[in-house]
């Protein structure tokens, strides 16, 4: 990079030599000889002068001196008035952000080259950066002047130009000075439809869109921003507005995806999917098409269809194969196809769904038996983030535990815990495996310190107000907790449950019958169906009591705490 500065510094010196400032040597022919100086010395000191001044300004800038670079390209462009030095100077003093100086040279420089896009253009960007938006007007209007044959694009590279300036009012009223005299173009229009809605003036910049599509009626991206407008206080009037456009454009297809995503937006299901149909008919090997199709299908439940448009985008250049996978994946296991499931989650091996993936096909090792398996895998998967990290160690842990293996689901937990103490998803997991092990002050100090970090953890606090009520302790302060998480999430059925317990404990029968009746309508889970059997029972309505356990343990053979309950109360 110095030799290149280096480099463009002597070329700058040696064009100074044999142009402007060399012919001063050439003035002099007409004196007498005896008083003409030496035009070679002449030149040649110049050439020393000029040199030295470059590299000083160069060698300046590259140690890191933006003053000293400055000022001394400043005055060698002052006193040379060279339009490539001018230039120089000019970018020298921008980098420095000294816009005073930046802009002085700047119109030196057109001043000595009234005719320079470039000088006038670097006018034009230091007026942006030193935020003087009153004085940019002119010469933005003489760019559009200068370069007719592009007017229409260069009206729309307005927004872009001033898009980081921060006063959008100022903005507007800019590229509604500079943008008005060309109201007989579209993209005059556009650009102050952009520069309204960038300003919050939604109305105007609506207007402004419509003009712009009265004068270019199949101009796509006016109607699809005229849409987003529409959106923000109508869907529906969006949508009809996309759906004329369509319909006189068949062949709009940035539109019609748009329409298409807004029927999915509002549930419209069918009608999302007539639009995509076409778009794919259209476009049959378009990625970015096969994608929303695909999960379209699956969302309506047509499997087949879903299937075979994920099995078609891993034939095309489609990016994320891993989340291809990943869906297919899913779509075998859910048909109970475990090779076949296995095999897709073994091949998505980056991305948002890796870890799902991984844990699925541990999940998927332990139906078979294979334990050990499934767990290494866990174990020697490595997440990305802290929050990959958690959510492995939380499946590791859901797999010890669904294999009997409580106290080494713990370990896992605790081990995580030292990594990430204030874990939220990690502590609570850690407090109910622990209740599993019959560790009641571990539940309490995870689910305490749970609380201390989030106050509002309805969850949490529901944990900890049952654990108390279920071995009948500190009931007013178990009372209390439930209460408040119920007041958190008040259609829970399982707050629902461990109020209706502690109102049992409370020896509150009625209330808890309730509570617990209540709890069972909204989730029919064997645990409250154990909670209301014995409540029924204590109440001596022991047939309902028998009955409602009899037909909770059909359903649900293998749950321990119902199992319990029908032991207990077994006639």
Known sequence: ???????????????????????????????????????????????????????????????GDAKLGSDAWTDLAQRTRDPKVLARATEVAGQARQFDRALELSRLWLE?????????????????????????APQLTQLLEQDKVNLGTNLMHLNRMLSRHEDKKAVQSLVDRVASPY????????????????????????????????????WESAALARAQLQSRLSIQTAIDSLDRFVNANPTARDARMALARLFI???????????????????????????????????????NTGRSQLEHLLYTDFADKSSIHFFLGQLDQEQNKADAAAEHFRQVTAGEQYVAARSRLAQLLLQQGKINEAVDLLHNTRGGTATEQSQLVLAESQILREAGRHTDAYGVLEAALKRQPDNPELLYEAALTAERIGQPAALEGHLKHLLSLKPDHAHALNALGYSWADRNIRLPEANALIARALSLMPEDPFIMDSMGWVLYRQGKLAEALKTLEQAYRIKADPEIAAHLGEVLWVLNRKDEAGRLLKEAAKANPDNEVLGAAVKKFRP
Do not use: C, W
């Open 1 to 63: 990079m110095l030799l290149k500065r280096i480099a463009a510094a002597l070329t700058l010196a040696l064009g100074l030599t044999h142009g402007g400032y060399g012919l001063a040597a050439g003035d002099a022919a007409a004196k007498p000889a005896s008083k003409r100086p030496n035009p070679q010395a002449a030149s040649e000191d110049l050439l020393a002068r000029t040199v030295f001044q470059a590299l000083v300004g160069e060698f300046a800038l590259q140690r």
């Open 112 to 136: 000595v080259e009234p005719d320079s896009t470039q000088a006038r253009q670097s006018q034009s960007s230091l007026l942006i950066l030193a935020k003087r938006l009153d004085e940019l």
């Open 183 to 218: 109201d007989k173009l579209p993209e005059a229009h556009f650009a102050m439809a952009q520069a309204a809605a960038n300003a919050n003036d939604n109305l105007r910049a609506l207007n402004e869109t419509e003009k712009a599509l009265q004068l270019r009626p199949d």
């Open 265 to 303: 937006s509002e549930k419209r299901y069918d009608d999302a999917r007539r639009h995509f149909d076409r778009l794919i008919k259209d476009n049959p090997d378009s990625p970015e098409l096969i994608y929303p199709v695909a999960m379209l299908a699956l969302q309506q439940g047509d499997l």
